[in-house]
């Protein structure tokens, strides 16, 4: 499907590298205007040129801590400035913390809920009201498949991507009158920069594509899946392809998830 995003302008949180980098690519091949904001400069200024070269739209980057929210309102302003309005927002800031339930900090869940599900409110209260004018916004919140199936061990990490499925419907209630579709996007065992860390922790000796084997054994497809195969999902979201499509909550994860 072709899809056509000419016009639109798009925030992407978590946009230097992984999947909202490959989001951030996919929306500027397809025409968007496309911000990416991320904490780290440097790492996120190698991510703006990579995505330049391939994209139709213009690109540009902002430094951005989304917990800090007198940064993240001078962000929105700059963006109105030089764009007028944004019309995509992707929620997709975020980290892999997981902890033994009898070991959970009380720290330690705040701040995971700061970082994945209040930023993602700070984000979305700032960017509605221009939605609202022009009846006409889309966002797509970036969470867990873990979210609706948690394992052992996998809090707080699920508990604030259950919050964030929680909250997508709780939005897409509120907001459908003016033509405001937001979705969940919950993510499988997906190759990004959380699963290159993990590498690099756990047998940097190993070949990447060796480490993640038995991870991906029990998926029904039976393999990781790329970023782009997931930002594939995220472009038809932010389109008017999916124009009917509001309060989901959709796995891209290879069949993995027991829960729909």
């Keep these: 499907m072709l899809i056509d995003l000419t016009g639109k302008t798009a925030i992407v949180t978590g946009g230097s590298e992984g999947l909202g980098k490959a989001i951030a690519a996919r929306f500027a091949r397809s025409g968007a205007n496309v911000v990416a904001l991320a904490r780290r400069e440097e790492v996120l200024d190698v991510a703006v040129r990579d995505i330049r070269r ?97 394992k052992a061990a996998s809090a707080p990490t699920t508990l604030s991507r259950a919050a964030g499925i929680t909250l997508t419907k709780v939005m897409s209630q509120e907001l459908a009158p003016w033509n ?19 590498h690099r922790r756990d047998a940097p000796d190993m070949p990447f594509e060796k480490y993640l084997e038995p991870h991906a054994r029990p998926v029904p497809l039976g393999r990781f899946g790329e970023p782009e195969e997931f930002a594939n999902v995220a472009c038809f979201l932010a389109s008017d392809a999916a124009s009917y499509v509001t309060g989901t909550a959709i796995n891209v994860d290879g069949g993995l998830c027991p829960v729909t």
């Design 54 to 150: 391939d994209a139709v739209g213009r690109v540009v980057g902002h430094a951005c801590d989304v917990t800090d929210n007198g940064r993240v309102e001078e962000v929105v302003a700059a963006i109105a400035a030089e764009f007028g309005a944004v019309d995509i927002l992707v929620n997709n800031a975020g980290s892999s913390n997981r902890s033994p339930f009898e070991e959970l900090k009380r720290d330690g869940m705040i701040a995971d809920m700061d970082l994945k599900l209040f930023a993602a409110v700070d984000l979305a209260q700032k960017v509605v009201p221009g939605m609202k004018e022009r009846r006409w916004g889309r966002i797509i919140n970036v969470v867990s498949a873990n979210g609706k199936a948690p």
């Design 180 to 198: 405001i579709l937001v979705n969940a996007l919950c993510v499988g065992v997906i190759k990004s920069g959380q699963w290159e860390r993990r």
